[in-house]
């Protein structure tokens, strides 16, 4: 299958290089290999940090070149260890990047935090530290990533206290269908794009028991200045209510310290143009790696630690500082560079100090019956530590699946009539 691809993608990008000025197919080849096969010249190395590798608090030193101040100082007191797998070399998908290799080049920001003449793939492959907006061009890489044509699963969000003990738990059941910018036998659905509609999710709440037949239908249009708009249905009232989401409230009614543009399984979903992005450079660090299982558990101390391996990789940093009034004054995001899947970040508040870490874990996609053959990274979990509060929130997903057959009608009102009978 990876053969099949592969050929496929090399005969794609032969009839639109060959399109091109010789000059410029060279450089076209070499933004797209750069982007999409960083680590075509050999896997990341870093000494005395190889696979089977246990890392601790009594030999930490070895990855201070790669792991930020922040997180450094946790391995070193001790909350949590790391475990060292081989660096997954995981391309996106070969429609996706012939996407971008036909389309980039004519991708541009207006003057309003809006992009221009995107079509399809990444839209910004190439970015420069000395480029005032390409802070901004990777927040729109992250947003147009490549991701699968609809995605299920079932979501559990859950407190965890400063004695390890889940004190308090959500579970429900989402789907997430993208309808624009599709790529390769991926359609766009004609009604969402003439409407706008990048993406639609919907939600079901199962746990706990007073809460149970809770549903939300989320869109989120292509153009950010657009509001995102929310359906909620409560079956104890037997009531819709259509309403603006508001991304900076806590998820939960507040039982969970992730606020809503933060939302699993998507990780940021905030507004791009409320933040002022800051371009910090790729760097080679240490991250939670592709997880080869299909479910994520938690240790370290408190119990708020995935246990998962570790791998180096090239990591996007960037940062991201509101416009507007926010609970956090900054925060620091590590995208992976390969597939621009969210692998942490940081939130600070207004003097600087760090309030919460939040760890992104992601499945292999062949250790995912749900998603094989897909080629995309499939997000299992995460945690949201706040050091202030000394409590942790978590998500752990079960029984995700790409793909599956799915309509645009189970996204709308009367999908919420429907179920709520």
Known sequence: MQRRMLTRLLFILSIILSSQLPSAAADTAEVISAAFYPYRAGLPQQS?????????????????????????????????????????DLPVRPAYIAATAERFQSVMLDGDNRVEHYQGGRPFPQLDTADPRAGEKAAWNFRYRDVPQTLEMRNTMQGVNN????????????????????????????????????????????????????????????????SREELNYNPQNRRIRKAHANFLERMGGGRYDVLMEEQPPFFFIGYIHEYQW??????????PGFLKAEQVSY?????????????????????????????YGKRRFYFDAQTY???????????????????????HPDSVPGARNVGL???????????????????VAGDAACNRADSPRRYELMELLRKGK
Do not use: C
């Open 48 to 88: 005395g940090i190889l696979p089977g590798v246990v890392i601790d608090q009594h030999h930490w030193q070895i990855t201070e070149p790669v792991l930020p101040a922040e997180l450094l100082r946790l391995v070193q007191a001790g909350d949590f260890t790391i475990s060292i797998q081989e660096t997954t």
């Open 163 to 226: 004695a390890g003990v889940i004190d308090r738990q959500n579970i429900g059941r989402a789907r997430t269908r993208y309808g624009m910018h599709r790529s390769g036998e991926e359609e766009n659905d004609t009604q969402w794009s003439e409407r706008g509609v990048y993406m639609k999710t919907s939600f079901q709440l199962m746990y706990p028991a007073d809460q149970e037949g809770r549903m939300r239908i989320f869109t989120l249009y292509d153009d950010d200045h657009l």
């Open 278 to 287: 800051t371009y910090k450079g790729e760097q080679i660090l240490l991250v």
């Open 299 to 327: 240790g370290g101390k408190h119990n708020w630690y995935p246990s998962v391996p570790w791998e180096l990789r090239r990591v996007v940093v960037l940062e991201a500082t509101p416009k507007g009034a926010h609970p």
């Open 341 to 363: 899947v969210l692998l942490s970040f940081l939130s600070f508040d207004t003097t600087g100090a760090v309030v919460r870490l939040a760890l992104m874990v992601h499945g």
């Open 377 to 395: 990274p499939v997000p299992l979990g995460a945690t949201w530590i706040n050091f202030t509060q000394e409590r942790a929130a978590q998500f």
